[in-house]
């Protein structure tokens, strides 16, 4: 007997008939004689809704005020989960966060799970019952409701079957299993059997929205199989696991494209000490966030500093970076908001040589340029125009073999 | 500086607009200087969204689950006003039942206040914060959540007010007072300056919708002075306090009718000891609750026993006494669906003579049969034919001279 946590997303409880397709699908894991955890998100659009009324409310709901307000979807969800699987006969039991209880810190709108005490599930699990349990939420020290952020179920999920030891984290979303590129952009894309966390790490971190980044990193750190699935057919998925030896002979597994990016330039910066501290730190009082970062080899004591930046948040970063150049005696500040970021990710590029070229001549080829770069172990991201986005992901999808398993 | 308990149903607080519009009139309380703790229902229509919801997920909910869904209702509100006090610059702060705490027993549905922890809320008075709780709902000590039936709100606020030892508790609903009868079947119908927790809590249970019984019975028990107010005027108002001298010297106070009433006569039932047992036991057993019982003086060991039920209730409450019925040998079953209940109450009553009398020929003068007759010391009730219910109200109205303060 095994214990596996499932996973539901929002489009997979949108209404009371899906609700009672994922009880099947909770009940058929349950007749296999494994305990089962489920986690839910709110029914899609829902948390949208209770957003919409909490800025109604204010310009800046209250951070506290807001995190109660929209954790109530999850309430929503479970109950109604719980209410079907009791009325076709089984034991079953909802969870919110204060009850489990899942302990988080302060962040409210984007708190962190600092521990789950399991003890309360697992004698539910022992009854025979089905635990569901409200994902996106928890509670603070003090009782406070948090939330954890957008795709925070996923995170539930994982944290739960790490606390709980599961032997499986099964997260059921509406598509069946993470591919080499997005099937709407590549029409050749390939569903993976297997990815690696790390790999899986850098594709949600890069574009890729199957799973929230942080529910990767916490499957790593714990260990966690986790499968991703689709709700709405039996077939596919997609392992998340350790790296194995199979995994280094793919050179790269998947290429991702994120075309919410601005690019901002200071221009003729005074290369110092300080000069970066005294660009970014301002842009982060704001909570804006930096991605790509490149500075140019220094001319003359001076240099160019490029970073990318979220397009929502490219105007009050520009505001930001203008007053900060006057003040540091840059010559001015350019932006671009038609460009996007394309990434391929494959831990196997650590031991092969000439990933990067090839990627690069790819993208040459086609008359693609290449604006910025950056890389990791792992990984390779180019910022190109924006309009060559779909293009750049097709050509790199041939160019590495992605289609057909070699 | 006094502590005052303000509590608003779900007509005030329907929309955003009208969540604002209850800011302003707590804020004007707190600006007078006093401590405000703010009870609310869930918006209007919003418990019944979700209880269909849960009728649609199962055709018997279970209750566990069905209070924690339903309960979302005043986490929504809470959390909303809270945002707006906020962002007004108020210090304000929302608590659930768990928050509170709220302890309640098991009763899923309709489940009875315990106790209050007053200590959170004490605290956040003392820093100066306008407490804002939610209604309806508590936890029981396993840490579910429960919910108190409909008007339960009504009942937090007063079991706040006394738990915090409050100077006051104002209910603000969508009319302003307490009337002598319902002004929509009586125009005469005149708001009451005061009315006592008796006379009070008669009405509540005898078809006036302004207050839920319970919620009367606890201000009673620990002498919370209630104020109903309307919530969209500032005029007007009804206190509901400790019987005075001046209560005394009306011998009507009110009037109420309830409409939702069907009578079932068991005729000619051997009058043995067991009876009466034999038939309400079965119906008890259903939740189905049985009203006014009368019970003919015995005729040659036979009697008849004449009962009021719940219009809802009548089907299946006739068929379960139709089987009693022939177990214990009685002759037959009739019902009526077709009857009201009108009372007439007032504390001066008890020390006047002919009261009863008037009543009964107030309606026998416009040729209003009484098939039943039930009395307490402040109450007397009649059954009626439905289609005399207003004519009844309005003569009696007249003939207790209720239009004009005497």
Redesign the interface.
């Known amino acids: 007997m095994a214990l596996v946590v499932q996973k539901f997303g929002g489009t997979s409880v949108a209404n009371?008939e899906k609700?009672?397709n994922v009880a099947k699908k909770v009940i058929r894991e349950r007749e296999k004689g494994n305990d089962v955890v489920v986690v839910l998100s709110a029914m899609a659009g829902e948390t949208d809704r209770?957003i919409n009324?909490?800025n109604?409310?204010?310009?800046?709901?209250?951070g506290?005020?807001?995190d109660?307000?929209i954790?109530?979807g999850e309430?929503?969800t479970v109950?109604?989960l719980?209410?079907?699987l009791?009325?076709m006969g089984f034991k079953a039991?909802?969870f919110?966060g204060?009850?489990v209880k899942i302990n988080t810190d302060q962040a409210y709108k984007k708190a962190r799970i600092k521990g789950i005490d399991p003890q309360a599930i697992q004698e539910e699990l022992k009854k025979g019952t089905i635990v569901v349990v409200a994902g996106f939420q928890g509670v603070d020290e003090e009782?406070?409701?948090t939330t954890l952020g957008r795709g925070g179920s996923d995170t539930s999920a994982v944290a739960l079957a790490a606390a709980l030891k599961a032997d499986q984290c099964d997260i059921y979303t509406d598509v069946d299993g993470v591919y080499t590129t997005d099937p709407n952009v590549c029409d050749r894309a390939r569903r993976l059997e297997k990815i690696s966390y790390d790999e899986m790490l850098e594709m949600a971190m890069t574009g890729a929205k199957v799973l929230q980044p942080r529910s990767v990193e916490m499957a790593k750190k714990y260990d966690v199989p986790v499968y991703v699935k689709s709700t709405f057919t039996d077939e596919g998925g997609t392992l998340v696991t350790k790296e194995d030896k199979d995994m280094e002979k793919e050179i790269v597994s998947g290429i991702t494209y994120d075309r919410d990016q601005a690019k901002i330039t200071v221009v003729h910066v005074p290369d110092k000490p300080g000069i970066a501290a005294a660009l970014f730190s301002p842009l982060s009082d704001k909570n804006i966030n930096v991605d790509m970062i490149i500075q140019n080899a220094s001319l003359e004591g001076f240099t160019d500093l490029t970073f990318t930046v979220s397009k929502k948040d490219l105007k009050e970063a520009q505001k930001i970076v203008e007053n900060t150049a006057r003040q540091i005696g840059a010559k001015k500040v350019e932006v671009d908001d038609e460009v996007a970021k394309v990434s391929i990710i494959g831990v196997g590029m650590a031991s092969h040589s000439g990933v990067a070229a090839k990627m690069f001549s790819t993208l040459a080829n086609e008359g693609v340029n290449i604006m910025m770069i950056s890389t990791s172990e792992i990984k390779i991201s180019c910022v190109i125009q924006r309009k060559y986005t779909e293009l750049a992901v097709s050509v790199l999808h041939d160019a590495f073999g992605l289609e057909k398993k070699k």
């Open positions: 009371i609700i009672k209770l009324l909490a109604a409310a204010a310009d800046s709901p209250d506290r005020e807001y109660s307000l954790s109530t309430q929503v109950t109604l719980a209410i079907v009791i009325s039991k909802s919110l204060f009850q009782n406070n409701i």
